[in-house]
């Protein structure tokens, strides 16, 4: 990027105070087993640190201690950490699973931020354990800075997790040597419904073999399963490392709970692995691990419960709608009713979304979406064919949840809101949909693009159908031809944004795990389709 900030002074720090939180070591026992609290010394941070949601001049920090203690963060505008300033932080203990989440408040814009996190015995303040530290760059407050950000989601899927034959979650490291201003983790962040066994068959006769815990081996159903589902992942050292270095906007879809739930289902008695059979209690306690694991703005003390959407406002040139196309949606149907008003979105969440688009001053409206709008994603889970995102795969006039984007389409057309990008995961392919009212039968909007990235590491799947209502041509695809490809084999992605503050022009890459660019596409700003 021509004027991106502080890139040198970033770098610096990898080689330097970050190399400490790379280097950490986990606790007894990680390779085999949940990992085992050591209850003499000093409190340890060893799940590393994360930042999230950060904004012009606000982020959220978090951390996990193995026993109680005292969070405290110092924020400093160097790696030095010569001048520091002292934010206090929540008593991590039991109730949260020893995890806390600190606003740090009146940062400066457009600016490198370093921090550390102290965790303090809560009888004994003066004894602290070994600072664990990190860094972001907060929102431009000039639009001439430029940024780039990443997405992908789907982590940990289909049985295959953390390989360390294969180096572990190594599309971190990819994704991380660019040096991104923030991370959009497009849901299926866990598979608290796929349980990780130590070692998988692949077509050639070779075997992957897994990092495993206890409470991956058996689907999620308890609040602690659930918890566990979010430690695996931070077994990795890759993503610790990123996670250190690289902030997160997190947003949720069904495997965080259960394949393809909605709100109200019973599971059926014939799937014996669940006991709990009310999909309304496994959310509950998924919700909760969710808040406690990733620092998301509206999940935080104070904040409206349970609420995953909202709008990350990143400088003049960007806002990001965070979609949740999960919680407020109806039961999966066969999508043919001509009349939806609840819809993917639900009501209340629908009209947040016009209501923001409609008063955002920013350039690009990124709208990132747990759920592609075009392409045909089934649900047979409950033996019959269901649909599972938005399109059902008739292309004649809108149906059933296709209703609910129609309004928002035509909202968005009328309302002369220019700059809308749809990014997604989710079906565990790459592609770049175009979507044009020449080629749809809903012909009421404005052109327009979704990109689709991920997985991150799971199976990989063939591409999608595409559903003709809103018109959509598939301009570039990288899929395989069979199902359930291990991330051994390839086929793991992530997106790349980048927005010139100069131009005011967003480039869009789609990459493959070691960061070799697929796809590009360049889309000029101020305008209301593409």
Known sequence: MSDHPSVPARRSVLRGSLAASAALALPVGVGSAAPAFALSGRPRAAWGVQAGDVTADSGLVWVRSDRPARMVVEVSPTESFRRVRRVPGPLLGGDTDFTGTTRLRGLPPGEQVHYRVLLADPDDPRRTGEPVTGTFRTAPARRRQGLRFLWSGDLAGQGWGINPDLGGYRIYD???????????????SVYADGPIAATAALPDGRVYRNVVTEEKSKVAETLAEFRGNFRYNLLDENLRRFNARVPTIVQWDDHEVRNNWYPG??????????????????????RRAVSEYYPVSTLTPGRRE?????????????????????TYRNANSSGTGSVDPQGILGREQLEWLKRELARSNAVWKVIAADMPLGLVV?????????????????????LGRELQIAELLRFVKHRRITGTVWLTADVHHTSAQHYQPSRAAFTDFEPFWEFVSGPLNAGAFPASALDGTFGPERVFVKAPTASNVSPAEGYQFFGEVEIDGGSGEMTVRLREQDGAVLFTKVLRPGLVGQ
Do not use: C, W
């Open 378 to 398: 089934p649900d047979t889970t409950e033996g019959r064919r269901n649909v599972e995102a938005v399109a059902q795969g008739d292309p004649g006039a809108p």
């Open 265 to 286: 289902q019973i599971i059926a008695d014939t799937d014996a692995r669940y006991t709990e059979k009310r999909v309304d209690v496994l959310v509950e306690r998924a």
């Open 306 to 326: 349970g609420r995953m959407y909202r709008v990350v406002r990143h400088g003049p040139l960007l806002d990001v709608f965070v979609l949740d196309m999960r």
């Open 174 to 188: 990819a994704m991380a040597r660019l040096d991104p201003d923030f991370f959009l983790l497009s849901g299926d």
